[in-house]
């Protein structure tokens, strides 16, 4: 009788817990990896964004120093910019695209009857972020070169907007990649600084000898 009135019980205290579960709803749990993986994917898509456009800064102010070096018309800088905007768009566009086709296409190998294909990332969306990038970086110098026509005063504006872009793009790089400001800074600036000269000098030799 006592054991029946135990069980008895037991149930009853069940039925409560359940009622008071069910009245009482634990609250969502947010899965912090997920949000951290999501902040990641984020984070490598700014990341590639920056070094997107700073690959576009440097190519295109180089290319148009490099122009510069041999003819000092603002005319034939600002086709030569623009000329390789539009080619350093298409060709990060296509790589891009490539890349992250094959990148697929191994993960859905990898995968297989999974159905996950969603969270791959996109070809058409990368391809269109890089050229995108590209074009915002190149833009820089194009539009510092656009309306100077005294030839010293167009290169030294183009070199110091350069330089300015630069530190920003190290910046903003370094917070992304949580990796030391001055460091990453420095390190983006006296690369394109290098791009530049090494462009400007060899194509100097061309005006030199006449060519």
Known sequence: MATNVVVTANNKL??????????NPRPCIVDEEEDE??????ANWLRAAVLGANDGLVST???????????????????????????GACS???????????????ELHRDAGKEESSKLPSPVQAAAASALAFSVGALVPLLAAG????????????IALAT???????????????AP????????????????GVTFGLMRLFKATGI
Do not use: H, N
């Not at 990060?92 to 191994?106: K, L, P, W, Y």
């Not at 309306?147 to 183009?158: P, Q, T």
């Open 14 to 23: 069940t039925m409560m817990a359940g009622v008071v579960d069910a009245e």
């Open 37 to 42: 993986e999501d902040l990641s994917q984020r």
């Open 61 to 87: 102010a180089s290319l148009m120093l490099g122009v510069g070096a041999v003819k000092a018309d603002a005319r034939a800088m600002a086709i030569s910019g623009f000329a390789g905007l539009l080619a």
């Open 92 to 106: 990060m566009a296509i790589g891009e695209f490539v890349s992250v086709c094959t990148q697929r296409d191994v």
């Open 147 to 158: 309306f100077i026509r005294d030839y010293r005063l167009r290169v030294a504006v183009v």
């Open 164 to 178: 300015a872009t630069l530190a920003a793009f190290g910046c903003a790089g370094a917070v992304l990649g949580r």
């Open 181 to 196: 400001v001055a460091r990453s800074c420095a390190r983006v600036v006296l690369g394109g600084w290098a791009a530049m």
